[in-house]
């Protein structure tokens, strides 16, 4: 890859002329777009003049009618009209501006398009006014960009390497995914596929919801070439971001691929592909983005459509949308068919989030729950660290099917591959580690083995699921009447809320008179019962509290006699269990707790094994039983490493002191 790293370097160099005028991370604003200019224009040079010869004949005709055929002569799916390029552009200084501005309109419309993402008309008089106009175009048109010389993959690296450059600052979420990171994810997501790969003439499809400057769908391309040169994979993409749209686009126009199939947008929100299936799929969505402000039509769509829409099984907090594009995938997937027996493959990267956030009944757990119990996760391989430009924080790559292998039904296969990886000579932001060719290699071929050795670990679906039970114990009080127990009922709300009105004027004012007579009588007839006593069952002092208000008359309602219930109480172990009803016993909230019981284990013996021998009056609470999924990734691979023993400690610790005095003595002489 010289070519790449050279033409980067130069690029590079020429962002550096804008030093001043612009700040360096606004340098891509002016040389994404260039790039771009200048790859067309190395692309169109071979036959720009024929077909300059056969618009002059055709001026008059529609344009769209004259479209095809000037791309006929251009030999692309695109051309240019205009008589300028990057060469003779430089013959008229005092007019580059406006020169610049005929070239660009001079492309045919899928070329205009991609230009107009980039704002770059703006560019333009910016670096006019400033004098840099010129000497920018004059360096562009220095550099090399043929097909014959960058091919269409290097040319690929390029746009992402300058993309990665200036965006290095960018959020941990905005990340680009490194060629082998892709690579390794295009062989698991082709492994099983070599024999329908190497057919003649077999086109399938490829699908990213998120896909960045294509590159995934490039590398997918180059692999499949690699096994069948005649076999040829159709790239479909969204993308959010204009400016990686826009180069994206332009890579597929230059391949000679349809430009009509990369489409602008958010997925979520706004699917450019409804309706439509592919045979694979492939993404690297960003993670732990915040979707709250697209949150109601993704909301709409869950609760008004459920299964017949993306996201049936639920939604996952607003801070993360990392499961959303995962149903959105699945939403893709070819079903299994007598017509399409293959279903679909799809490799999809996320970071540690996915895999056991959420609790059981969540919206994370419930997609889960729905990828495991219907079968669609294959696999997932957890990834070195650092191996990303902008973050170095863990991630995994789950492959899913719809179609398993009979041997990998109702399994799923963890990889652990953290140390598959190398130093970097030299950092790239966050970048440090890299994985080789060889430790792809590897990977893929412990994961096609489907053997469990030191980093494979394979387990049936229902191991990650469990299901939480909520634990309940009666709730005892004792009760007695003293002066520092009146003093916790007048604290009550509820007691105080007597002496408050939300009527107005005089009945308002009344109503709150009416209360406070209320209130000093209630505190007469406790104070009037203040004793030593104290009650261990509730229904016994229930009866004498009542009786004792019936005595002077007072008719209290219930949300009062709570108040004064929970003011006069007291937690109390030897004090008789409070009934709800004659046989229903009140549970003591504040000495609940749940139990994560595996799925495959009974819950009652469970129970009966872990709870009753250190709670015997608890009792499961069914009504609040939940099934929850979880995939602990890391617990699975966790090597205990014995603490070292006290005596070692120690003898170092004697060792230091040792050492500590030798150097005081030779500092003091």
């Given at each position: 890859?010289i070519n790449?790293?050279?033409?980067?370097?130069?690029i590079?160099?020429?962002?550096e002329?804008?030093?001043?005028?612009?700040?360096?991370?606004?340098?891509?604003k002016v040389?994404l777009?260039?790039?771009?200019?200048r790859?067309?224009?190395?692309?169109l040079?071979e036959?720009k003049?024929?077909v300059?010869?056969?618009?002059?004949?055709?001026?008059s005709?529609?344009?769209?009618?004259?479209?095809p055929i000037?791309n006929?002569?251009a030999k692309?799916?695109f051309?240019?009209?205009?008589?300028?390029?990057?060469?003779?552009?430089l013959?008229?200084?005092?007019?580059?501006?406006?020169?610049?501005?005929?070239?660009?309109?001079?492309?045919?419309?899928?070329a205009r398009?991609?230009?107009e993402?980039?704002?770059?008309?703006?560019?333009?008089?910016?670096?006019?006014?400033?004098?840099?106009?010129y000497?920018?175009?004059?360096r562009?048109s220095?550099l090399?960009l043929?097909?014959?010389?960058v091919?269409?993959?290097?040319?690929?690296?390029?746009?992402e390497?300058l993309?990665?450059?200036?965006?290095?600052?960018?959020?941990a979420?905005?990340?680009?995914?490194?060629r082998?990171?892709?690579?390794l994810?295009?062989s698991?997501?082709f492994?099983?596929?070599?024999?329908?790969?190497?057919?003649?003439g077999?086109?399938?499809?490829?699908y990213?919801?998120?896909?960045?400057t294509?590159?995934?769908?490039s590398?997918a391309?180059?692999?499949l070439?690699?096994?069948?040169?005649?076999?040829?994979?159709?790239?479909?993409?969204?993308e959010?971001?204009?400016?990686?749209?826009?180069?994206c686009?332009?890579?597929?126009l230059?391949?000679?691929?349809?430009a009509r199939?990369?489409?602008?947008?958010?997925?979520?929100?706004n699917?450019?592909f409804?309706?439509?299936?592919?045979?694979y799929?492939i993404?690297?969505?960003?993670?732990g983005?915040?979707w709250?402000?697209y949150?109601?039509?993704?909301?709409a769509?869950?609760?008004?459509?459920?299964?017949?829409g993306?996201?049936?099984?639920?939604t996952p907090?607003t801070s993360?949308?990392?499961?959303?594009?995962?149903?959105?995938?699945?939403s893709?997937?070819?079903?299994v068919?007598?017509?399409?027996p293959?279903?679909?493959r799809m490799t999809?990267?996320?970071?540690g989030?996915?895999?056991?956030?959420?609790?059981?009944?969540?919206g994370?757990?419930?997609?889960?729950r729905?990828?495991?119990e219907?079968d669609?996760?294959?696999?997932?391989?957890?990834?070195?660290?650092d191996?990303?430009?902008n973050?170095?924080?863990s991630?995994?790559?789950?492959?899913?099917?719809?179609?398993?292998?009979?041997?990998?039904?109702?399994?799923?296969?963890l990889?652990?591959a953290?140390?598959f990886s190398?130093?970097m000579?030299?950092?790239?932001?966050s970048?440090r580690?890299?994985?080789t060719?060889?430790?792809?290699?590897?990977?893929?071929?412990?994961?096609g083995?489907?053997?469990?050795?030191?980093?494979?670990?394979i387990f049936?679906n229902?191991?990650?699921?469990?299901?939480k039970?909520t634990?309940?114990?009666?709730?005892r009080?004792?009760?007695?009447?003293?002066?520092e127990?009146?003093?916790q009922?007048?604290?009550?709300?509820a007691?105080?809320?007597?002496?408050?009105?939300?009527?107005?004027?005089?009945?308002?004012?009344?109503e709150?008179?009416?209360g406070?007579?209320?209130q000093?009588?209630?505190?007469k007839?406790?104070?009037?019962?203040?004793?030593?006593?104290?009650?261990?069952?509730?229904?016994?002092?229930?009866?004498?509290?009542?009786?004792?208000?019936?005595?002077v008359?007072?008719?209290?309602?219930a949300?009062?006699?709570?108040?004064?219930?929970?003011g006069?109480s007291?937690k109390?172990?030897?004090?008789?269990v409070?009934?709800?009803?004659?046989?229903?016993?009140e549970a003591?909230?504040?000495?609940?707790d749940?139990?994560?019981v595996?799925?495959?284990?009974?819950?009652?013996?469970?129970?009966?094994?872990?709870?009753?021998?250190?709670?015997p009056d608890?009792?499961i609470?069914h009504?609040?039983?939940?099934v929850?999924?979880?995939?602990?990734?890391?617990?699975?691979?966790?090597?205990y490493t014995p603490l070292?023993?006290?005596?070692?400690?120690f003898?170092?610790?004697?060792?230091?002191?040792?050492?500590i005095?030798?150097?005081?003595?030779?500092?003091?002489g």
């Amino acid at each position: 890859m010289i070519n790449f790293q050279d033409k980067v370097s130069f690029i590079w160099s020429i962002a550096e002329v804008l030093r001043g005028p612009y700040k360096p991370e606004d340098y891509g604003k002016v040389i994404l777009p260039l790039a771009v200019l200048r790859r067309f224009d190395c692309v169109l040079e071979e036959t720009k003049d024929d077909v300059l010869a056969k618009y002059a004949d055709l001026k008059s005709i529609n344009e769209d009618a004259r479209e095809p055929i000037l791309n006929r002569i251009a030999k692309q799916n695109f051309h240019n009209t205009s008589n300028y390029n990057f060469n003779n552009l430089l013959s008229d200084a005092d007019n580059i501006a406006d020169n610049l501005r005929d070239y660009m309109n001079g492309f045919s419309k899928t070329a205009r398009d991609i230009m107009e993402y980039f704002e770059f008309d703006k560019q333009i008089d910016k670096m006019n006014d400033n004098d840099l106009l010129y000497l920018t175009i004059k360096r562009f048109s220095e550099l090399d960009l043929h097909p014959e010389v960058v091919s269409n993959i290097e040319m690929g690296y390029i746009f992402e390497e300058l993309i990665r450059r200036f965006s290095e600052h960018a959020e941990a979420g905005d990340h680009y995914t490194p060629r082998e990171v892709v690579r390794l994810m295009v062989s698991l997501l082709f492994m099983r596929d070599d024999d329908i790969l190497t057919k003649y003439g077999l086109t399938q499809t490829l699908y990213d919801c998120a896909a960045g400057t294509g590159g995934m769908g490039s590398v997918a391309q180059e692999y499949l070439h690699e096994f069948n040169p005649n076999a040829d994979i159709e790239f479909f993409a969204q993308e959010i971001n204009g400016e990686s749209y826009a180069i994206c686009k332009a890579d597929m126009l230059i391949k000679g691929a349809d430009a009509r199939n990369i489409r602008l947008g958010n997925t979520l929100s706004n699917d450019q592909f409804k309706g439509e299936k592919f045979d694979y799929l492939i993404s690297n969505p960003p993670y732990g983005v915040d979707w709250k402000s697209y949150e109601k039509p993704v909301k709409a769509e869950h609760e008004e459509q459920g299964y017949n829409g993306r996201f049936g099984p639920g939604t996952p907090r607003t801070s993360d949308g990392q499961l959303l594009f995962l149903l959105h995938l699945i939403s893709k997937m070819k079903p299994v068919t007598a017509e399409n027996p293959q279903g679909s493959r799809m490799t999809i990267i996320m970071n540690g989030s996915p895999l056991f956030t959420g609790d059981a009944g969540s919206g994370e757990s419930e997609i889960r729950r729905y990828v495991l119990e219907n079968d669609l996760v294959e696999g997932i391989v957890a990834l070195p660290n650092d191996l990303f430009y902008n973050t170095g924080i863990s991630t995994y790559i789950w492959i899913l099917t719809n179609n398993k292998a009979d041997y990998r039904k109702g399994k799923v296969q963890l990889i652990n591959a953290v140390d598959f990886s190398k130093k970097m000579k030299k950092s790239l932001g966050s970048k440090r580690n890299e994985i080789t060719q060889e430790q792809i290699d590897e990977i893929v071929r412990i994961y096609g083995n489907f053997k469990e050795e030191e980093y494979v670990k394979i387990f049936d679906n229902e191991d990650f699921g469990y299901q939480k039970i909520t634990v309940e114990r009666p709730l005892r009080l004792n009760f007695l009447v003293s002066e520092e127990r009146i003093a916790q009922v007048i604290e009550q709300r509820a007691f105080q809320n007597l002496a408050t009105s939300r009527k107005k004027g005089e009945s308002g004012i009344a109503e709150i008179e009416a209360g406070k007579e209320l209130q000093e009588t209630i505190l007469k007839v406790l104070r009037n019962h203040i004793s030593d006593i104290v009650y261990k069952n509730r229904e016994d002092f229930e009866k004498k509290l009542k009786a004792a208000f019936k005595e002077v008359g007072v008719v209290i309602g219930a949300p009062v006699l709570k108040a004064i219930f929970a003011g006069l109480s007291e937690k109390d172990e030897t004090a008789d269990v409070c009934m709800k009803k004659k046989d229903e016993i009140e549970a003591d909230a504040d000495l609940r707790d749940t139990e994560n019981v595996p799925l495959k284990e009974n819950i009652e013996e469970y129970f009966e094994r872990e709870v009753l021998p250190h709670v015997p009056d608890a009792w499961i609470d069914h009504s609040r039983t939940r099934v929850g999924y979880e995939i602990p990734f890391t617990r699975q691979f966790y090597k205990y490493t014995p603490l070292r023993s006290s005596a070692e400690i120690f003898a170092d610790i004697k060792e230091l002191e040792l050492g500590i005095l030798e150097q005081l003595k030779k500092v003091l002489g």
